[in-house]
Structure formats: structure tokens, C-alpha cells
């Protein structure tokens, strides 16, 4: 069984930072690759960072590269995504999502690789 929390989304401003949490709270232990999407009104959800079972390989797109951080702590079944020098346009709701396989390869990008996702948190970012 797997259920996917988010936290630690909230109200900043540009410049400063935030931390997500994603926990699952069932019973299964989540070995699988990881993933945060985040999607703004009216946009498509994207792609923001990946991590493999391990935490050995992460990637990013350009857009947070260099900004956003994600790790796990697969002891404490939870994967984190820290947030720097955040922008007006990261503000969207956030979202974690376990894929379906270990590894980060193929289309890890792409939203229909994962098998379950959080409710999401919205973290907004004033100017």
C-alpha cells in the first residue's frame, strides 16, 4: 500500500527557500524511483526532479537546475525537494509520485511512468 503526503509547501518570497517532504504513510516501503512534478493553473503538470531507489542518480530540467535539490531518506520512507532562490514562477502546486521501476531511465520525465501520487501542496512565490 502506498499513499504519498506532501508538506512543507507555503507563502515566500522570490529569493528565499523551501523544503518538501513526501512520506508515504502505508505499510509498503518504497523502493521505486521518485519523482516531483509541479503544475501551475491552467499548465500542464511537469517534470521538476528525479531520484533512483538509492538516491545514486537525480536530474532536473533546466528551469530548476542548479535551484532544487531532491533526495531520499529511504529508512525514514521519505523523499525531500529543497527549494533555493525561488522565483515568481515556481509557484504551482507540488506534487511527489513514486514510478513504477527502481531505476531513472526512459521517460521518468513523463507523468504517465508513475503509479501513485500525493494530494499535492501549493507553494507560491511572491515578487
Known amino acids: 500500500q502506498v499513499q504519498l503526503v506532501e508538506s512543507g509547501g507555503g507563502m515566500v518570497q522570490a529569493g528565499t527557500s523551501l523544503k518538501l517532504s513526501c512520506t508515504n504513510s502505508?505499510?509498503?516501503?518504497?523502493?521505486?524511483?521518485m519523482g516531483w512534478f509541479r503544475q501551475a493553473p491552467g499548465k500542464e503538470r511537469v517534470f521538476v526532479a528525479g531520484i533512483n531507489w538509492n538516491g545514486g542518480t537525480t536530474d532536473y530540467p533546466d528551469s530548476v537546475k542548479g535551484r532544487f535539490a531532491i533526495s531520499r531518506d529511504n529508512a525514514k520512507n521519505t523523499v525531500y525537494l529543497q527549494m533555493n532562490s525561488l522565483k515568481p514562477e515556481d509557484t504551482a502546486v507540488y506534487y511527489c509520485?513514486?514510478?513504477?521501476?527502481?531505476?531513472?531511465?526512459?521517460?521518468?520525465?513523463?507523468?504517465?511512468?508513475?503509479?501513485?501520487w500525493g494530494q499535492g501542496t501549493q507553494v507560491t512565490v511572491s515578487s
Open positions: 502505508g505499510r509498503t516501503f518504497i523502493t521505486t524511483a
Open positions: 509520485a513514486a514510478r513504477r521501476t527502481p531505476h531513472l531511465y526512459g521517460k521518468y520525465n513523463y507523468t504517465e511512468e508513475y503509479a501513485y
